[in-house]
């Protein structure tokens, strides 16, 4: 079943200014989503059009057989989760315990499973000690995991990622990481807006925008493979398979280096 | 920068705490209204009163000195009240009089003496017992010596009534600063903003939302914090550009701080622009209902508390109206 | 000549009042000419400290730093025996968000700010100006638009292009690659490079990429918990044995090494420095 579908989405601004164009893309329950490109392909304004922040010019979206509108988007945003980029433009509450209650205030969970499920959701990103812990107080990828637990707690299906360990070192990163595929595993459905091929790696399938339009929707293992699509985007591919294309260009067969760099480049 | 954050929570367990913050809040307000029924020749309520609020201030446990700091302040406020009345008000019988000789020597003495005030207060630390030696040196100045021409004198004379309502009113916003000082102290702003609401609700009569403004504040003290420091950022960021904020002309100093503010405009309106999406995405719908995480709790002390400050109230208008 | 620490402590008052160290015993050592210099380490270790004493904008509580030959102290700065201001023109330093520095109607206006601020006439500060920014890979065209209306990229590309109008010796930036796309970060980075080469000055750039450390750093700074833990060259570094003490990753070039290594056996004649000479001696190798 498609949790998501996106038929012929375009957006712009201005006229004649398309910064979508004609997107058409499902994605299943359970998926994990990459969707790469450079910094104004309008990867972002997909997951703001996504989440009902914005809303398309043209074509529709459907989010758990919502169609999204003006009237629904409320209640579509129940079952959709987003992690920005800027972990300090996200934290609402004063404490960790009062941002992670944000969302749960906002759908009036009754007080006593409140504190249950903020309870649940802070020991799951291993934030429970830091409850009462003040955003200034906080690194980072701390307040990103808060962010994640915010949205674990109001139990949407899917949760986008939008660059949101881009502000991170690397230990944040690979913490978030761990995360997403965690929940991935769990059932939860995750999109990843991103231009690091790292994060890409783990997933399902990648989308590969390039000023607006998707140039390329495939699995994950022949998109990373696929130097001149990236390069269009301008990505870089991951060292194992640009090795690996070069082996090829310059026709040095040895099918067991071959088949390893393919498999290293597909663990994290 | 971090000094500017007004109203300081200091933690802390004695019964203060323990309140609810709509009975401190309600509290606040009926000791307000107490002291401004205190008539202006009820000496002994006056003291009664400031009896009260030491106590108040020893048993709640809550250090004298914190209190100070935040009085601190209002004292060029209190000052200025003070002397004005002492200068102008000129009701009930004489109690002392000096009479001041003006002449061009006597008052160059009393400049050379404000000078040396204006200088030297920098490094004298108790600057308001400093800045009264000088008012007393100014006066004896000018009423001990009397060099070369004379050319007019003057008189400097105290009224009872004067001194009486100086002291009333100083008494006043003492009372008042530190009550709400015991409020703020004793109180999480978290806390004190959930007690605001609560006791504003009534005004949603006159359609004024007060869960929104309650949200507002609750946002501002969540990024107060974060914009001081990036004021201090951007400030090292055009420090590093030569910006020299301690010296320059005017005009350097029109440049310096337009070079400040429109980044930080820029950066708060996009700091708002994401942190709306954000609540936006979280299921935030303006105006809506929502259940609350923190909710307030009623208990018997607070009841003793209001019941101990109305019983306050009606002392003090009792005695207005009878005595 | 160029920037000395002798022995350098500083805290930060916390917002709970309490002090927290940010630098603890440092004592270093950079030229003022041909540096390129990568500090590395997790956030809140005291990297961007540590460069804000580069500048002067913080001075230490105890220790000394020498800044082109004035001694900043707390005594020295406390009785304003310093001049801090010049000492800044000498030494560059970008911040990490663009949006820290800009706020002038146009590029031109903002870039010349920091020269007409050390004295420098409009005249050669507009010359200047039509220099730098195509040092930073923009043209003249950029120079009358405004800065708000720029992507992150060119946002950061005229914050540098305004720190190097004021012809600073050494050039500090403060995670300057950050999200940039992969192509933006190597033709930011080359822009460095190329600064560093043309103008043989030194560059000092703070960064949580590994890749860019290992292929283009000549010294690699690494701090961690207010501690100097680590001050050589990157190859050492990442074959050192606390490297995951101190929360690095492993660069891409030297993790495939390894790997091709241990799994594989595979033995390079030396240890290649970028991807080009991975490529040739892997060539050599499996033909």
């Known amino acids: 079943m498609d949790i998501i579908q996106m038929k012929n989405v375009s957006f712009s601004y201005q006229q004649d200014q398309p910064v979508l164009d004609g997107i058409n893309l499902n994605i299943k329950k359970g998926e994990w989503v990459t969707i790469l490109g450079h910094n104004g392909s309008g990867k972002s304004t997909l997951s703001k059009l996504l989440i009902g922040l914005l809303k398309p010019s043209q074509g529709e979206i459907i989010i758990d057989n919502i169609t999204l509108s003006r009237e629904t988007v409320h209640e579509a945003r129940k079952h959709i989760g987003i992690v920005f980029q800027n972990p300090d433009n996200q934290f609402v509450g004063v404490t960790v315990r009062d941002d992670i209650a944000f969302g749960l205030e906002n759908l009036q969970v009754p007080r006593n499973e409140m504190v249950e499920r903020i309870d649940k959701y802070a020991h799951k990103v291993h934030m429970a000690e830091y409850l009462n812990k003040e955003p200034h107080n906080l690194s980072g990828g701390q307040k990103q995991r808060v962010a994640i637990a915010g949205i674990l707690a109001m139990q949407t299906d899917i949760i986008i990622f939008d660059e949101a360990t881009s502000m991170l070192d690397p230990k944040g990163r690979r913490m978030i990481l761990d995360y997403m595929s965690q929940l991935n595993k769990e059932g939860v459905t995750i999109i990843t807006i991103t231009h690091d091929m790292k994060e890409a790696v783990l997933s399902d399938r990648i989308v590969v925008l390039k000023k607006g339009k998707i140039i390329k929707v495939d699995k994950a293992k022949s998109v990373l493979k696929d130097q001149e699509t990236l390069e269009k985007s301008n990505l870089e591919l991951l060292l194992p398979l640009k090795v690996l294309n070069y082996l090829e260009k310059e026709n040095i067969d040895n099918e067991k280096v071959r088949s390893y760099l393919w498999e290293l480049s597909l663990t994290r | 920068m971090k000094n500017i954050v007004i109203g300081r929570y200091i933690p802390g367990n004695s019964f203060l705490y323990k309140m609810d913050p709509r009975t401190k809040i309600i509290s606040l307000f009926v000791l307000m209204v107490a002291v401004f029924m205190i008539p202006r020749d009820a000496f002994e309520m006056m003291f009664i009163g400031i009896g009260l609020i030491v106590l108040l201030l020893l048993i709640g446990k809550i250090s004298i000195k914190r209190v100070y700091l935040g009085l601190r302040p209002l004292m060029f406020l209190l000052i200025f009240t003070f002397v004005f009345q002492i200068l102008f008000n000129r009701q009930g019988p004489e109690l002392q009089s000096w009479d001041l000789n003006y002449s061009f020597l006597n008052i160059i003495a009393a400049a050379v003496l404000v000078l040396f005030w204006i200088f030297t207060k920098k490094y004298v630390r108790t600057k308001i017992l400093y800045f009264a030696f000088m008012l007393v040196g100014v006066i004896i100045i000018l009423n001990q010596l009397s060099l070369g021409n004379v050319f007019s004198t003057g008189q400097l004379v105290i009224h009872e009534e004067a001194l009486l309502i100086g002291f009333f009113i100083m008494m006043r916003l003492i009372i008042i600063v530190t009550l709400s000082t015991v409020l703020t102290l004793s109180t999480k702003p978290t806390d004190l903003n959930l007690g605001l609401e609560a006791v504003m609700k009534p005004l949603k009569f006159l359609r004024i939302n007060t869960e929104e403004i309650a949200m507002i504040i609750s946002i501002s003290l969540r990024y107060i914090p974060t914009l001081l420091d990036e004021a201090n950022k951007i400030m090292l960021a055009q420090a590093s550009r030569g910006v020299d904020f301690a010296e320059g002309k005017l005009k350097d100093k029109v440049m310096q701080i337009i070079s400040l503010l429109v980044p930080m405009f820029i950066i708060s309106f996009k700091r708002s622009d994401e942190l709306a999406n954000a609540m936006e995405a979280r299921c935030f719908i303006p105006g809506a209902t929502r259940t609350r995480l923190h909710q307030l709790f009623w208990n018997r002390l607070d009841t003793v508390a209001l019941v101990v400050s109305l019983i306050i109230l009606i002392g003090s208008i009792t005695v207005r109206v009878v005595v | ?287």
């Open chain 3, 1 to 287: 000549m160029g920037i000395k620490f002798n022995k350098v402590d500083f805290k930060y008052q916390g917002n709970d009042n309490k002090a927290y160290l940010a630098l603890s015993n440092i004592t270093l050592n950079i030229k003022d000419t041909g540096e390129f210099i990568t500090l590395i380490g997790e956030t809140g270790s005291g990297k961007t400290t540590l460069v804000q004493h580069m500048n002067a904008l913080l001075t230490p509580l105890s220790g000394s730093v020498d800044i082109f030959g004035v001694k900043i102290n707390r005594e020295n700065v406390k009785k304003k025996k310093v001049k801090l201001n010049p000492i800044r023109q000498q030494v560059g330093l970008v911040f990490q968000f663009p949006e820290y520095q800009l706020f002038e109607e146009t590029v031109q206006k903002d870039i010349i700010f920091g020269p007409k601020n050390f004295g420098v006439d409009e005249a050669t500060a507009i010359e200047r100006a039509k220099e730098v920014i195509k040092v930073v890979g923009l043209d003249e065209s950029y120079l009358q638009r405004s800065p708000f209306n720029l992507s992150g990229g060119e946002k950061k590309r005229v914050s540098i292009a305004g720190i190097l109008a004021m012809e600073p010796d050494i050039l500090i930036l403060d995670e300057p690659t950050s999200g940039l796309d992969p192509l933006g970060r190597n033709a930011l980075l080359d822009v460095f490079y190329d600064i560093h080469k043309k103008l043989n000055k030194t560059i000092i750039i703070i960064t949580h990429d590994m890749n860019t450390v290992y292929e283009y750093a000549k010294r690699v700074l690494v701090m961690r918990d207010s501690y100097l833990v680590y001050d050589g060259d990157p190859i050492h570094l990442f074959t050192n044995k606390n490297i995951d003490n101190w929360n690095l990753d492993v660069p891409d070039l030297l993790n495939l090494i390894h790997k091709l290594e241990e799994d594989l056996g595979i033995q390079l004649p030396t240890q290649p420095r970028n991807e080009q000479e991975l490529f040739e001696q892997l060539k050599v190798v499996l033909s």
